[in-house]
C-alpha cells in the first residue's frame, strides 16, 4: 500500500525557514518523480514543486522560485522541500503527491495529508 | 503560465442528476488534463487522467471527455457521496490547477 506521510509544519515568522518531510512507502520511491502541492485556507490546489526520480532534475512555480528547494534522499524514501524567505501568502497546507512518470510531474495518483505551515508574526 | 479556467464555481444538484463541469486552458494542451475530487479535509483523489482514462477503483458514474483547449467531466448520476470539490489540472508544461468547482447537494 502506498504510503506518504509529511511532517515538519508549524508556525514560522515572516522571512524564517522551515523544511518539510515526506516519508514514503509501498512502491519503489527512486522510479517515479514527486511533487509538492500546496493549499491555502479557504482557497484552490497550487502546484509548487517537482522533482525527478534520480533527483537530477527539479522545477518550481513562480511565486516560489528562489526561496523553495526541493531534494529527495532517495536511500531513505524521503522527499523534502526547504522553505526560506516565508511570507504569509505562503500559509498553507503543504501536500507530497506522488507523480504518475519518473521524468516529469504528469498526474498525482498518491497524496499525502498535509501538513499545515503558517506564517505569521 | 497555462491558465486553466474551470467552470461554474459551485453548482446545486439533486441525488441523481447529471452534472458537468467546464476546464478551458489558455491553450492547446492536448490531452494532458486530469480530475481531481477533493472532500472537505482531505486530500485530493485522482479520478480521471489524460482527459479520459478513469483511475482503478473510481466509479463508472465518473467521466471525462476532450482534448485541444476544451474538456468536460461529468457525474452521470449524482450521489450524496460525490459532494465534493473538484479541480482540474493540466501537466503539458508545468503543473496548474483550476480553480475548482464546489458540487453541492440541492
Known amino acids: 500500500e502506498v504510503q506518504l506521510v509529511e511532517s515538519g509544519g508549524g508556525l514560522v515568522q515572516p522571512g524564517g525557514s522551515l523544511r518539510l518531510s515526506c516519508a514514503a512507502s509501498?512502491?519503489?520511491?527512486?522510479?517515479?518523480?514527486m511533487s509538492w502541492v500546496r493549499q491555502a485556507p479557504g482557497k484552490g490546489l497550487e502546484w509548487v514543486s517537482a522533482?525527478?526520480?534520480?533527483?537530477?532534475?527539479?522545477y518550481y512555480a513562480d511565486s516560489v522560485k528562489g526561496r523553495f528547494t526541493i531534494s529527495r534522499d532517495n536511500s531513505k524514501n524521503t522527499l523534502y522541500l526547504q522553505m526560506n524567505s516565508l511570507r504569509a501568502e505562503d500559509t498553507a497546507v503543504y501536500y507530497c503527491a506522488k507523480c504518475f512518470g519518473i521524468a516529469v510531474a504528469d498526474y498525482f495518483d498518491y497524496w499525502g495529508q498535509g501538513t499545515l505551515v503558517t506564517v505569521s508574526s | 503560465d497555462i491558465q486553466m479556467t474551470q467552470s461554474p464555481s459551485s453548482l446545486s444538484a439533486s441525488v441523481g442528476d447529471r452534472v458537468t463541469i467546464t476546464c478551458q486552458a489558455s491553450q492547446d494542451i492536448s490531452n494532458y488534463l486530469n480530475w481531481y475530487q477533493q472532500k472537505p479535509g482531505k486530500a485530493p483523489k485522482l479520478l480521471i487522467y489524460?482527459?479520459?482514462n478513469l483511475e482503478t477503483g473510481v466509479p463508472s458514474r465518473f467521466s471525462g471527455s476532450g482534448s485541444g483547449t476544451d474538456f468536460t467531466f461529468t457525474i452521470s448520476s449524482l450521489q450524496p457521496e460525490d459532494i465534493a470539490t473538484y479541480y482540474c489540472q493540466q501537466y503539458d508544461n508545468l503543473p496548474t490547477f483550476g480553480g475548482g468547482t464546489k458540487v453541492e447537494i440541492k
Open positions: 522533482i525527478s526520480g534520480s533527483g537530477g532534475s527539479t
Open positions: 509501498g512502491f519503489t520511491f527512486s522510479s517515479y518523480a
Open positions: 489524460d482527459a479520459s
